[in-house]
């Protein structure tokens, strides 16, 4: 088959911009073919772009015979160009359907698509992950990253407006920025080095600049876990402000959620209904919950958690039957949190650190961060952690640290609250875990 090349043609609309009120004008689009029907005298190609779908309406024995001649070539995923008249229709679920001048086919696709693009047979997460790129095109993977885009999109703008700067800090790193053995190790021209868990350090050292600062970008964890909510790289929001504490930042918090979905629940109304979710707003403040009060209210309900140990999934489960929507849990056992975590001056076995908490999902990760060098070196020790490979971190101490405090949302599990999708890989384009490599 003889390939078309796109020429002069320019998109004029997507398909979503295809309405009745443009009734017998000619208009230009682009994108795949996600299904054929042909009914003998007439046939009808569904054309997707990233927008959607339209219905391209093609009478046989009423347009050129250059442009059916076309028609019998196309099969599903083809990449095409269609210039024709937009008619209105009540035949059609849109009121409209597009009867074709001419065609372009720019691309073929295999005869067999290894899922059905058209979402009415499922697949396993497995295959549909194997064929990612294809998969990707399904209305319901569309849906999600546009939910997603516009979640990340609201959450920029709230921080911008409240006068927090972007950064973007190394990926490479020579020390572990939280400690432990979920690290990735690297050969960085000779010396060891590691992909950054996270870029805390980095931001607590921005807060001596720039005040407040924020981060969007991958991360990564030797994640031995295999659950539908861990990954070996994720996204992750991190913010970081000068002259606060856990309270501010939690208060920060809140207010980042609420209007994130806020702004979803206004802009993405047509994705949710393709996903099947009924978002819900939620209301302002959060519960405050300290860990002390979650192990009395498990404790009722017959799991027995010594005062000190994490909480596991199976009693947040329970946990979450009394706060089934967003709330906080505080006060955590300082032994519990990373080295960097301000402990209570008169609880030291306490600290001034906190969880978002989704249901059973934990969402974030906060708390005051310490910013009194000898009592971080301190935790390093007690940690079981080296001084020495902080010494660059601990260095910045010397020159006016200022009280801060921060958290860090995963945007994949934000982004599995919004759309109600309970495995994170469906929310990830290309996801890494202790299995996956591929795509």
């Known amino acids: 088959m003889d390939l078309d090349s796109i020429g002069d043609w320019v998109r004029t609309q997507y398909t979503s911009d295809v309405t009745a009120d443009l009734d017998s004008t000619e208009v230009t689009l682009f994108g795949w073919v996600q299904e054929v029907r042909d009914l003998g005298g007439l046939r009808f190609i569904i054309l997707q ?10 009478p046989k024995k009423h347009i050129s015979p250059k442009v059916v001649a076309k028609s019998d070539l196309l099969q599903k995923r083809f990449s095409v160009g269609i210039r024709g008249k937009v008619k209105k229709t009540s035949q059609t679920t849109r009121g409209v359907e597009i009867v074709p001048i001419d065609i372009k086919i720019f691309n073929t696709a295999t005869e067999q698509l290894p899922i059905d693009i058209t979402g ?5 997460i497995e295959v549909r992950l194997d064929a990612r790129p ?19 999109q609201a959450i920029r703008s709230y921080l911008f407006d409240k006068g927090f700067i972007e950064a973007h800090s190394p990926r490479i790193i020579a020390s572990a920025t939280e400690g432990g053995a979920e690290l990735f190790g690297i050969d960085y021209f000779g010396q060891k080095a590691y ?12 807060t001596m600049s720039f005040e407040k600062v924020f981060e969007v970008g991958p991360f990564f964890r030797a994640e031995e876990s295999h659950t539908r909510r861990h990954l070996s790289e994720f996204t992750s ?17 809140e207010e980042v959620i609420h209007y994130t979905f806020t702004i979803v629940y206004e802009k993405c109304q047509a994705e949710l209904t393709i996903l099947g979710h009924k ?52 006060d955590w056992p300082t032994h519990a949190k990373a080295f960097y975590i301000k402990p209570y001056t008169a609880h030291p076995e306490m600290s001034e650190g906190f969880d978002l908490m989704f249901g059973y999902i934990e969402l974030t990760s ?52 919004l759309t109600g999708i309970e495995n994170i ?10 299995v996956r490599l591929t795509p």
Request: glycine share 6%; net charge negative; aromatic share 10%.
């Open 134 to 152: 294809l998969d990707l095109t399904l209305d319901s993977s569309l849906a999600t990253f546009k939910i997603q885009h516009v979640a990340l």
């Open 120 to 124: 009415k047979t499922p697949a396993s």
């Open 366 to 417: 906060g708390g005051t961060r310490i910013c009194a060098k000898n009592q971080l070196i301190e935790r390093l020790k007690e940690k079981g952690l080296n001084p020495d490979s902080f010494k660059m971190h601990l260095q910045a101490f010397d020159y006016g640290m200022p009280p801060h405090a921060g958290w860090a949302i995963g945007l994949e599990r934000l982004t599995m609250i």
């Open 237 to 253: 929001v991190d913010v970081e402000m000068a002259f606060a504490d856990a309270k501010d930042v939690m208060l920060l918090l």
């Open 425 to 434: 890989r469906e929310v990830t384009l290309y996801p890494r875990d202790r």
């Open 49 to 58: 772009d990233r927008q959607g779908t339209v219905q391209v309406t093609i």
């Open 195 to 206: 992909l950054a868990q996270s870029p805390q350090l980095y931001k607590e050292q921005l």
């Open 279 to 330: 978002l819900e707003i939620p209301e302002l403040p959060f519960v405050r919950l300290t860990y002390t009060q979650a192990l009395e209210d498990l404790k009722r309900q017959g799991i027995v958690i010594p005062w000190g140990e994490d909480i596991p999934t199976d009693a947040l489960r329970a946990l979450c039957k009394l706060y089934p929507y967003f709330y906080f849990i505080t």
